[in-house]
């Protein structure tokens, strides 16, 4: 589903060069779910910044689905972006003044071709995954943080993407509520055949996926 390719990724100023992503050589098939760790500063977010079309590498190339990612236009890598990639933040980023349903059908207003109606059913549908069909009157601020990030799965699961990266999803929660997010993300991937990347600082859960992949100063381990 995704290779990435002899992957450089270097930020420079006028004073310092910062190599960031050191050749990375890496394969994600359909249906896996991998880990990513490492120490903070190892290169792990601007990985998934990469893989998320949200940048671009140095060199290197980037193939979603066979086809590489540079041979797309940019109009082309936004609509990749909306329609194949979900994304789960450490910090949630819903909008506190929207309802738990708006929250949700956020990502369907930039869909072309899907109708309100539509749009209300695939957000009650996912947030039925969540189990937060209870919650969708609901704002932001009246939900725990565990709450909360089940709405920001389901937020990403709404455009039915082949794809979740999903970067500290259990970063901001207690040991309990961080299980239940493990959980969720785990049965995501096995009753639905989710593509999942996460990164993580939590070994015990790193070692719940198929897959532990290790960086240490940008460059990958193991």
Request: with cysteine.
């Amino acid at each position: 589903m995704l290779r990435l390719i002899d992957i450089e990724k270097v930020y420079q100023t006028k004073t310092i060069e910062t190599v960031a992503l050191n050749r990375v050589n890496l394969t994600i098939g359909k249906g896996e779910f991998v880990s990513i760790m490492g120490p903070s500063g190892c290169g792990k977010s601007t990985l998934l910044s990469l893989i998320g079309l949200l940048d671009e590498p140095t060199s290197g190339t980037i193939e979603l689905n066979g086809r590489a990612v540079r041979s797309y236009s940019d109009k082309e890598v936004a609509a990749l972006r909306n329609s194949k990639i979900g994304f789960v933040f450490q910090s949630y980023h819903l909008i506190n003044d929207l309802s738990v349903l708006d929250n949700v059908e956020l990502p369907l207003l930039y869909r072309p071709g899907v109708s309100g109606k539509e749009r209300r059913q695939r957000a009650l549908d996912a947030l039925d995954k969540v189990g937060l069909s209870a919650r969708t009157a609901h704002f932001p601020g009246q939900l725990s943080g565990g709450q909360r990030q089940r709405v920001a799965i389901a937020r990403a699961l709404v455009g039915q993407p082949e794809l979740i990266l999903a970067d500290e999803p259990t970063g901001n929660l207690d040991s309990v509520m961080g299980e239940e997010i493990m959980d969720l993300l785990l049965e995501l991937n096995r009753r639905d055949g989710v593509t999942i990347v996460m990164v993580t600082h939590d070994e015990q859960q790193a070692l719940k996926t198929e897959r532990l992949v290790r960086f240490f100063d940008g460059s990958q381990v193991s």
